[in-house]
């Protein structure tokens, strides 16, 4: 795992850029070129440990991020786009969300943590577990066909056709709620975006 680089001049708004190897992307491929989409990530890990479990929370945290700011830019409803992510570490695992609640305000949730059975006497941790299994792939669907309605539509802004400019934000004030993805490089002095580009306008 590697993270990319990011040059000054790539500071400038929301990014399609993939910025880590992750265990497992599910993505959309559309039209004729199957040009893919992401929907969510997941992380896999042998052993329990606390340090890799804040590592995989993180990463999958910035993926997520970058899925929300590439549906957002889509013209997809901020307040109906949830990217879902789960990290599976040995027999416990987290399901994790993330959302775009307010300008340039990313919001996580940790929606469940659940259990692998290791014996009989631990089938009890089935239900949980799969009950995590089938929010995670609900929320993974609807993203998929939000994604597809998009596509399929063109650049339509749904604002208008739902709600009216009078009652909704439109699509592209809603996009401009997004900020840029940064990690810091494996260079020895990683050049941080400015705080203005990361925060926004808070005079």
């Known amino acids: 795992m590697k993270p990319h680089d990011i040059a000054e001049d790539d500071l400038s708004g929301p990014e399609e850029r993939v910025f880590f190897k992750v265990d497992l992307r599910l993505t959309l491929e559309h039209g004729d070129k199957k040009k893919t989409y992401d929907l969510a990530v997941v992380e896999f ?10 590592h995989d929370h993180s990463k999958l945290l910035v993926e997520s991020k970058v899925i929300v ?91 208008d056709k739902t709600f009216g400019r009078q009652e909704r934000k439109g699509a592209q004030e809603l996009s401009n709620w997004r900020r840029i993805s940064w990690w810091p490089s494996n260079k020895k002095s990683p050049k941080a975006p400015s705080q203005k580009r990361v925060f926004g306008n808070t005079s």
């Open 45 to 54: 890990a042998r052993y329990f440990k606390n340090s890799k479990i804040r």
């Open 69 to 159: 700011d590439n549906m957002v830019g889509m013209a997809c409803p901020c307040d109906e786009v949830v990217v879902p992510c789960l990290q599976i570490c040995g027999l416990h695992g987290d399901f994790l969300s993330l959302e775009l609640a307010a300008d340039g305000l990313y919001v996580a949730k940790a929606v469940q943590t659940y259990y692998f059975p290791s014996g009989i006497h631990r089938l009890h941790h089935m239900k949980k577990l799969l009950a995590c299994l089938v929010a995670f792939k609900a929320q993974v669907m609807r993203n998929k066909d939000k994604m597809e309605s998009y596509l399929n539509d063109g650049n339509n802004d749904p604002y």
